[in-house]
């Protein structure tokens, strides 16, 4: 054998041997084939599934976040009879169990639209646990989104203080701020313990090509428009789970740095969904409501990932300066140290923390919490969409990892 036969056979080898260990750098907490629910008891869930209130298959999980040992998932109302939008995993109940009921949160009967009067909390995608001890979330108030698509409710910004499991805060956001295509998928918010009462919360518009930021302090909320919102028309083709789509999203994942000890305020990481690029803004611009919209020249292109590498969720773990992302067209989960490359983002100073065409087929959402572990969650959605799943295998999933362990060995480092 030749020596350049050797040379390129050593390097698949290494190639192969780092993309195994990128396979096993996430922890596989919870699996499931469908998912099943708390109910008030067994005559509530068979009335529930007569009533076609509750089709197990329909349900499918999409978004989570972590507040003590609490799990926090959310089911979107893709479809009908989707039992809860809002649930929750004891972690320490959960111990040994692979696949645990959910249990809707605060309670099953304001997840129930079916009900004839009361809050309701209609259909949430991602959500965002404050240092502060609160929830947020977007209730965008439609379900049944792929049939016929009941608008139940004006899309509404939703907290609850997770110390009571009450609803403290609710806020409709003003219909001149939401556009014909308006689609609000996640939300995070910008605070810190000192200073709960003035928190302010960003929420991306997907298909209004805006920002919607909502003052905490002054209960109001306003649109914040840039071109940097937009998708790019060379990044909408997908290929994910066997499946081509092509979908059109705008300003998707967001991301805050530290608080700047110069200013007060913080960096925010943001990426539209169909795009390879990374953007930025201080949010001292995104929370003065007179000049946000005015500001173009203070948002910065940070760069690109590279080729087939559309984000949707994005997280930032403040110890390491270290920003995850979702790897939809890749299988993968990705990273880039904010502190170690801060002025460089490219295919060289990003990598792939894990990718496997089995279990991360689409990866829909991660978290670093509050401990310093990563939360990734996968779920099939493209497949769930437009072919349906397979009840006898695994469609859902739930990994977990301290974050120097997925940074391990990367150029994400420290």
């Known amino acids: 054998m030749s020596l350049k036969c050797l040379t390129l056979l050593a390097g698949v080898c290494l190639l192969a041997c780092r993309v195994n260990a990128a396979n096993e750098r996430l922890k596989e907490l919870f699996a499931w084939k ?20 509750y089709i197990q298959e329909n349900n499918l999980p999409l978004g989570l976040d972590r507040w003590h040992d609490k799990l926090f998932v959310t089911i979107p109302r893709w479809k009908s009879g989707i039992v809860s939008t809002l649930n929750y995993i004891n972690l320490t109940e959960a111990k040994g169990n692979l696949s645990p009921n959910l249990k809707p949160y605060p ?10 009067n009361g809050t309701t909390l209609v259909s949430g995608f991602r959500i965002n646990v404050d240092v502060c001890d609160r929830l947020w979330m977007v209730d965008t108030g439609l379900a049944d989104i792929l ?42 918010v910008d605070t810190t313990p000192n200073t709960c009462d003035k928190a302010f919360a960003y929420i991306p518009d997907l298909g209004g090509f805006q920002m919607i930021v909502y003052d905490l302090e002054n209960n109001e909320s306003y649109k914040v428009k840039h071109h940097y ?11 994910v789970g066997g499946v081509n789509f092509q ?41 003065n409501k007179t000049t946000a919209s005015n500001s173009y020249y203070e948002f910065k292109v940070l760069g690109s990932r590279g080729p087939n590498s559309q984000a949707s969720a994005e997280s930032l773990d403040e110890k390491t300066g270290v920003l995850f992302y979702t790897q939809v067209n890749k299988d993968g989960v ?37 401990e310093g572990y990563l939360w990734v969650l996968s779920d099939k959605l493209s497949v769930h969409i437009y ?24 150029v994400c480092d420290v």
């Not at 309670?107 to 004839?116: P, W």
């Not at 002025?343 to 991360?360: H, I, K, P, R, W």
């Open 34 to 53: 469908t998912v099943d629910f708390d109910f008030p008891d067994d005559a509530t869930r068979a009335k529930a599934i007569e009533n076609k209130e």
């Open 107 to 116: 309670s099953y009967e304001i997840n129930n639209i079916h009900k004839k």
């Open 147 to 188: 049939g016929e698509g009941n608008q139940i409710s004006t899309p509404r910004i939703v907290v609850i203080d997770l110390k009571t499991d009450k609803i403290i805060k609710e806020h409709t956001i003003a219909k001149e701020d939401i556009a014909a295509h308006s689609f609000f998928a996640n939300i995070l």
């Open 229 to 239: 919102f937009y998708f790019d028309p060379l990044s909408g083709n997908y290929n």
């Open 247 to 287: 979908w059109t999203d705008g300003v998707f994942g967001v991301a805050l740095s530290p608080v700047h000890k110069e200013d007060g305020y913080r960096t925010l990481y943001f990426h539209p969904l169909s795009s390879t690029r990374e953007f930025s803004v201080n949010t001292k611009i995104l929370q």
């Open 334 to 370: 990705g990273c880039w140290n904010s502190y170690k490359h801060a002025n460089e983002y490219s295919a060289d100073t990003t990598d792939l923390v894990a990718t496997d065409s089995e279990t991360l087929v689409f990866p829909n959402d991660l978290k670093v919490d509050k």
């Open 387 to 410: 072919k349906g799943l397979h009840t006898d295998e695994i469609n859902y999933r739930i990994f977990q990892t301290p974050v120097k362990d997925a940074i391990k060995g990367t």
